[in-house]
């Protein structure tokens, strides 16, 4: 199940989205976030669910791998969901039975936060997926040099983000390979009390954490061993530079960003 996640990986490919400046699509990506979060009603949210489909598409990134990487999540989804079926009891009512209370409000409120959620996650992998780590890197230190002047270590931070996004399915990995390897020694993972399951993840997490730590130790002995020291002297091999694509397709966005934020006020 683990191993489903992609969060974090590159798929490269040659089509309008891997194309983009990377500046541009961390940009259009904030702005996408925000769009999803910005009004209550179902039809101020269709501008980013439509902007995020149009993005798919261009992207011609099979969405089953999106699916794959919803897929572990969706438990948590339910569980947030009916948290909000039962808790939220205003509105027309559908069903009662003493305690519960299905209401109109509790519904809506349920399918707009999965909604969101799967389309926020759908969104953010997207970028990953058509950003090499080192175009994040580079973009989002650009995006932050302001910051320098007020002595704000840019490329630690741009270079710490991306070492934890390109470990993500590494770790995941990792995790697969130790749960398995539990198994066989007989953890009781597939047991139905929580009480067990709490316990076989103390032999997951330790193992996890120790070779967390001798991959960070091994990172960093590599890149000392090429003398990294930062931004200090350090030239890019490919400059970034914003083509009529770019300022379209950011356009587009601001557009959409607009049109959700009027009809959110107006209605």
Same mark, same amino acid.
């Given at each position: 199940m ?15 989205i891997?194309?983009? #400046?990377?500046? @541009?699509?961390? +940009?259009?990506?904030?702005?996408? $976030? /925000?769009? &999803?979060?910005? %009004?209550?009603? =179902? ?34 989804l ?26 109109? #409000?509790?519904? @809506?409120?349920? +399918?707009?936060?999965?909604?969101? $959620? /799967?389309? &926020?996650?759908? %969104?953010?992998? =997207? ?17 932050l ?21 390109r ?22 993972f ?5 009480r ?39 030239t ?22 607009f ?9």
């Open positions: 683990l191993k489903d996640i992609t969060i974090g990986q590159y798929f490269p490919g040659d089509n309008l891997h194309r983009l #400046d990377p500046r @541009f699509k961390i +940009v259009m990506t904030l702005l996408y $976030i /925000i769009m &999803l979060f910005m %009004g209550d009603e =179902l039809y101020s949210l269709s501008f980013g669910i439509v902007y995020c489909i149009a993005a798919l598409v261009l992207s011609k990134i099979p969405v089953k791998l999106f699916g794959k990487s919803i897929k572990p999540l969706l438990p948590i339910i569980m947030t969901a009916i948290l909000d079926i039962i808790f939220i009891r205003e509105g027309t009512v559908y069903f009662q039975a003493g305690f519960f209370k299905l209401t109109e #409000d509790g519904v @809506f409120t349920a +399918v707009k936060m999965i909604v969101r $959620i /799967i389309f &926020l996650i759908i %969104g953010s992998m =997207l970028l990953t997926y058509t950003t090499s780590p080192i175009q994040l890197t580079d973009a989002i230190e650009r995006l040099s302001p910051l320098k002047r007020l002595h704000f270590p840019v490329h630690s931070f741009a270079m710490m983000m991306t070492i934890a996004l470990f993500i399915p590494t770790l995941m990995i990792e995790t697969d390979k130790i749960i398995a390897a539990q198994k066989a020694r007989g953890a009781g597939d047991s139905s009390k929580l067990d399951k709490a316990k076989a993840l103390v032999p997951v997490l330790i193992p996890l954490f120790v070779s967390a730590f001798r991959r960070a130790e091994e990172l960093a002995t590599a890149m000392e061993c090429r003398c990294y020291r930062g931004d200090i002297g350090r890019k091999m490919k400059s970034m530079n914003a083509g009529i694509c770019d300022i379209v397709s950011l356009t587009i966005t601001f557009i959409m960003f049109a959700a934020a009027t009809v959110a006020v107006l209605f």
